[in-house]
């Protein structure tokens, strides 16, 4: 089992910066890769990105290629979202997860944390 909790969310204006902390525990041994979801209101949740926790492979939607950019710290087991250049339309609750090696599916979730864009 792992627990995951995210912070770093905010209100920011188009065109800033945030990072977005998912800091994990439990059996971190247990997982192959952490992802990035958001869901702004009214709408179905969003994959944004995802990557390995051993090895490199990443992988983002392509509304958030160039902007975003996801890297883990195994040694604190975090794994972190930095959003540049954000619009609007990034408006959301950002969740982690983690999925576990033996499964395909994205199964432990955090919380979720609000990032606000003002135009």
């Known amino acids: 089992q792992v627990q995951l909790v995210e912070s770093g969310g905010g209100l920011v204006q188009a065109g800033g910066s945030l990072r977005l902390s998912c800091a994990a525990s439990?059996?971190?041994?247990?997982?192959?890769?952490v992802g990035w979801f958001r869901q702004a209101p009214g709408k179905e949740r969003e994959f944004v990105g995802q990557?390995?926790?051993?090895?490199?492979?990443?992988y983002y939607v392509d509304s958030v290629k160039d902007r975003f950019t996801i890297s883990r710290d195994r040694t604190k087991n975090t794994v972190y979202l930095q959003m540049n250049s954000l619009k609007p339309e990034d408006t959301a609750v950002y969740y982690c997860?983690?999925?576990?090696?033996?499964?395909?599916?994205?199964?432990?979730w955090g919380q979720g944390t609000q990032v606000t864009v003002s135009s």
């Open positions: 997860a983690a999925r576990p090696a033996s499964g395909t599916d994205f199964s432990s």
């Open positions: 990557i390995s926790w051993i090895g490199s492979n990443i």
């Open positions: 439990g059996h971190m041994f247990s997982i192959s890769a």
